[in-house]
């Protein structure tokens, strides 16, 4: 006697996403709003705060945006996600430090894209597995986030303008699309 | 004697099985039955429901799994087909587990789903809820347990080191179910405590973190007890942020001697949580003040309680094990648990 054996994974092999395909980037930073969404996770805030402001120095008329996604693991609830369309000309997201929220954060940024917002997410490198396999899951395997030093939890005020300072530079880089995969970095 | 077996086993084709199954990465690091269309039918067959039905979600992956997708992962993990209905009501249970929803699966902690199984289902099944209750020895409690996790893994697609990010894991994860010990309990049972009616068979399930033993065989009251009780919960190990979700699997000899003093299931609780906590000092000598959060910063000497409150899902209670030594297990909720129970249909 025989008998196929059932492949368990079949049903999420053959639910494939559409391919996401990057926003459009702006020549310059100058003239726009920043959103600065943060995922409640410890410093977190502090980190976007110090890149935002890092970025409002560089450039003339920078509005910065806080926003923030109070369930870190969730994909971004649609009001928000149309707050930020309303709102933002360009997003900053972060930061991963987890097994779920560097995932979801990716997934978000991919999200955005999708809906024209240019976007730099950030996620520690401890978490390079997670945040890689949600872009291959979205469709896009080569999906450009960027790393910073694992943990982020523990800096004081001083490391964390020194991160904003290191992180302002990849970002405007993302956010600007000069650069096409900072993680690698 | 045995009886002889009449049929013959090919050892080489149950080996390539075995291997086809660890080959394509289906399993668990413990060999898995193949899922076959009359395996799965003879599964679906326990059940009303329809195959097709959404038996899970996960939000962050925008991912679902079927009724039939559970069956494959229930004959793979060594169910039972008259298991099945169980381990959908584990689904249900655990769909109700924000932690599970919100990235648990995926979590540095590793947690291990706890599915606690009332009723006289527990008979019918034969899931253990004496000697040895977190097993091993017993076929369903070992393999309800697992089919979530294959669940989790297949139908998912959440596997260790990538989208999964456990730090060191959890002993016993997807190997914990258990039956209440009815029986030997002096009051009433988790399902009837979460509004399940008398007599109907139900599940409940919680993510647990970690578990600690409390062996306390030779008090001499039950104040004792509960003291021994709040030492073990107010560690602070398992602290992540204001409170420390906790549930106690409750030996009988403990429950009983509660009982005994006159308390009622809650009023054990009260007990417990009235007591169980550390100062802002205690904390912050491990790392762990909480001056940052709403509400600080806090005076050295400010107690801050490890249980929000006494309802409960903040403290469930559950009575399990035998009674040859007193010892009772504390476990970690990653979370919070629904507090709700889920009848078998």
């Given at each position: 006697?025989?008998?196929?054996?059932?492949?368990?994974?079949?049903?999420?092999?053959?639910?494939?996403?559409?391919?996401?395909?990057?926003?459009?980037?702006?020549?310059?930073?100058?003239?726009?709003?920043?959103?600065?969404?943060?995922?409640?996770?410890?410093?977190?805030?502090?980190?976007?705060?110090?890149?935002g402001s890092r970025l409002a120095d560089r450039h003339t008329e920078v509005a910065l945006i806080p926003r923030t996604k109070t369930q870190f693991a969730m994909p971004l609830p649609v009001e928000l996600v149309e707050e930020l369309i309303r709102d933002c000309d360009v997003v900053?997201?972060?930061?991963g430090d987890c097994g779920s929220c560097s995932a979801s954060a990716v997934a978000d940024a991919i999200t955005l894209e999708n809906v024209g917002l240019p976007t730099a997410v950030i996620c520690t490198d401890a978490f390079v597995q997670p945040s890689s396999a949600m872009a291959?899951?979205?469709?896009?395997?080569?999906?450009?986030?960027?790393?910073?030093?694992?943990?982020?939890?523990?800096?004081?005020?001083?490391?964390?303008?020194?991160?904003?300072?290191?992180?302002?530079?990849?970002?405007?880089?993302?956010?600007?699309?000069?650069?096409?995969?900072?993680?690698?970095? | 004697?045995?009886?002889?077996?009449?049929?013959?086993?090919?050892?080489?084709?149950?080996?390539?099985?075995?291997?086809?199954?660890?080959?394509?990465?289906?399993?668990?690091?413990?060999?898995?039955?193949?899922?076959?269309?009359?395996?799965?039918?003879?599964?679906?067959?326990?059940?009303?429901?329809?195959?097709?039905?959404?038996?899970?979600?996960?939000?962050?992956?925008?991912?679902?799994?079927?009724?039939?997708?559970?069956?494959?992962?229930?004959?793979?993990?060594?169910?039972?087909?008259?298991?099945?209905?169980?381990?959908?009501?584990?689904?249900?249970?655990?769909?109700?587990?924000?932690?599970?929803?919100?990235?648990?699966?995926?979590?540095?902690?590793?947690?291990?789903?706890?599915?606690?199984?009332?009723?006289?289902?527990?008979?019918?099944?034969?899931?253990?809820?004496?000697?040895?209750?977190?097993?091993?020895?017993?076929?369903?409690?070992?393999?309800?347990?697992?089919?979530?996790?294959?669940?989790?893994?297949?139908?998912?697609?959440?596997?260790?080191?990538?989208?999964?990010?456990?730090?060191?894991?959890?002993?016993?994860?997807?190997?914990?179910?258990?039956?209440?010990?009815?029986?030997?309990?002096?009051?009433?049972?988790?399902?009837?405590?979460?509004?399940?009616?008398?007599?109907?068979?139900?599940?409940?399930?919680?993510?647990?973190?970690?578990?600690?033993?409390?062996?306390?065989?030779?008090?001499?009251?039950?104040?004792?007890?509960?003291?021994?009780?709040?030492?073990?919960?107010?560690?602070?190990?398992?602290?992540?942020?204001?409170?420390?979700?906790?549930?106690?699997?409750?030996?009988?000899?403990?429950?009983?001697?509660?009982?005994?003093?006159?308390?009622?299931?809650?009023?054990?609780?009260?007990?417990?949580?009235?007591?169980?906590?550390?100062?802002?000092?205690?904390?912050?000598?491990?790392?762990?003040?909480?001056?940052?959060?709403?509400?600080?910063?806090?005076?050295?000497?400010?107690?801050?309680?490890?249980?929000?409150?006494?309802?409960?899902?903040?403290?469930?209670?559950?009575?399990?094990?035998?009674?040859?030594?007193?010892?009772?297990?504390?476990?970690?909720?990653?979370?919070?648990?629904?507090?709700?129970?889920?009848?078998?249909?």
């Open positions: 006697m025989t008998a196929e054996i059932i492949d368990p994974t079949q049903h999420f092999h053959a639910s494939s996403a559409v391919t996401p395909t990057d926003a459009a980037r702006p020549e310059t930073l100058a003239g726009l709003r920043i959103g600065l969404l943060g995922n409640t996770k410890r410093n977190a805030d502090s980190i976007l705060d110090a890149i900053v997201i972060g930061v291959g899951l979205k469709g896009a395997p080569d999906f450009p986030y960027l790393l910073t030093a694992h943990p982020i939890a523990n800096l004081t005020a001083e490391g964390i303008e020194e991160r904003g300072e290191q992180l302002a530079t990849q970002v405007e880089a993302r956010l600007v699309g000069s650069a096409r995969a900072v993680a690698a970095a | 004697m045995s009886e002889h077996i009449a049929v013959t086993l090919d050892p080489d084709v149950a080996t390539g099985v075995a291997e086809e199954i660890y080959g394509r990465g289906w399993t668990d690091g413990l060999p898995a039955l193949p899922a076959t269309e009359e395996s799965v039918q003879r599964f679906l067959a326990t059940t009303q429901r329809a195959e097709d039905e959404v038996a899970a979600h996960h939000p962050q992956l925008e991912r679902h799994v079927t009724v039939r997708d559970v069956a494959v992962s229930a004959v793979m993990a060594g169910c039972l087909p008259e298991y099945f209905p169980v381990v959908l009501a584990a689904w249900d249970a655990l769909s109700a587990e924000r932690a599970a929803l919100g990235g648990g699966w995926q979590s540095t902690s590793g947690p291990g789903p706890l599915i606690i199984v009332n009723g006289p289902i527990r008979h019918q099944l034969g899931i253990n809820s004496e000697g040895g209750v977190l097993g091993p020895g017993f076929r369903a409690n070992a393999t309800i347990p697992r089919a979530i996790g294959l669940t989790v893994r297949n139908g998912f697609g959440i596997r260790p080191r990538e989208l999964e990010q456990a730090t060191v894991g959890t002993v016993g994860r997807w190997q914990l179910c258990i039956g209440e010990n009815e029986e030997a309990s002096p009051w009433e049972p988790l399902s009837e405590e979460a509004g399940v009616e008398p007599g109907v068979s139900a599940v409940a399930a919680t993510l647990v973190r970690t578990f600690e033993v409390v062996d306390n065989r030779s008090f001499t009251s039950a104040e004792e007890v509960l003291a021994d009780f709040v030492d073990t919960i107010q560690r602070s190990g398992a602290l992540i942020g204001r409170h420390s979700p906790t549930g106690i699997l409750l030996n009988p000899a403990h429950a009983q001697l509660f009982a005994g003093a006159g308390m009622s299931k809650q009023d054990v609780r009260e007990w417990i949580v009235a007591r169980a906590g550390r100062t802002e000092a205690e904390l912050q000598a491990v790392g762990k003040g909480l001056s940052h959060l709403p509400g600080g910063p806090f005076a050295a000497d400010h107690r801050h309680p490890t249980l929000a409150d006494a309802k409960p899902a903040t403290l469930p209670i559950i009575v399990a094990g035998t009674s040859n030594a007193a010892m009772s297990m504390v476990f970690r909720v990653l979370g919070l648990w629904s507090g709700r129970s889920f009848p078998v249909r």
